[in-house]
């Protein structure tokens, strides 16, 4: 896939990388979404290595976005939108250090969006406690396998689609109907 040469790439993790990957797949300006895993010790490892919470890799998305029709700021307000920035190494029933909330940067202006949104957010005590989310520099990234991909589109109907993701893409387009894209 080809993208504009100003393209950004920007790295998530806000749980169950299903339900994130669903709802910014709908974002404009997001030109590719893809599920994967960051910041771990082992070379490309798999679903079943991640979730035995033994590599330290993040479940993640990494996004692709056109800075010229979406910010970084905007993209992380949606991102603190849809998932509980306050929980370490949990988001509802996903436990273990595969969930914990993390934004993984490639450029310096990334890092300091994420830094000033999230003490914006603490100072405006936005959540009862305070956000947890950790910002480092993207590392060791590896595309999830194949059938993690588009997965809340493929199975909008399978049970944990309806319970956890549906209701997050509900909360962005809802909150942020300036940003959903045009079918």
């Keep these: 896939m080809q993208f504009p040469l100003h393209a950004e790439t920007l790295v998530l993790g806000g749980g169950c990388f299903w339900c994130t990957e669903a709802v ?3 974002v404009k300006g997001v030109l590719d979404v893809e599920s994967g895993y960051c910041n771990g010790q082992a070379l490309n490892p798999t679903y079943e290595q991640v979730c035995s919470g033994m590599t330290g890799h993040n479940e993640v998305v990494k996004l692709v ?3 010229q029709v979406i910010s970084t700021r ?6 603190f939108v849809i998932h509980d920035p306050t929980t370490l190494n949990r988001q509802g029933n ?3 250090t595969q969930y914990r ?22 100072a405006d005590d936005v959540f009862d ?4 989310t950790e910002v480092l520099p993207l590392q060791n990234y590896s595309a999830a396998e194949d059938y993690h991909q588009d997965f809340f589109e493929r199975n909008p109907t399978q049970g944990y689609c309806l319970a956890v993701a549906a209701p997050k893409v509900w909360k962005f387009k809802k909150t942020f109907s300036e940003w959903v894209r045009a079918k």
């Design 94 to 96: 996903d436990r273990g």
């Design 101 to 122: 909330s993390g934004i993984y940067f490639t450029t310096q202006a990334q890092a300091e969006a994420a830094k000033t949104i999230i003490a914006e957010i603490d």
């Design 24 to 26: 910014f797949v709908q």
């Design 74 to 79: 905007v993209l992380l307000e949606i991102f």
């Design 65 to 67: 976005y056109d800075p």
């Design 129 to 132: 406690s305070s956000v947890v």
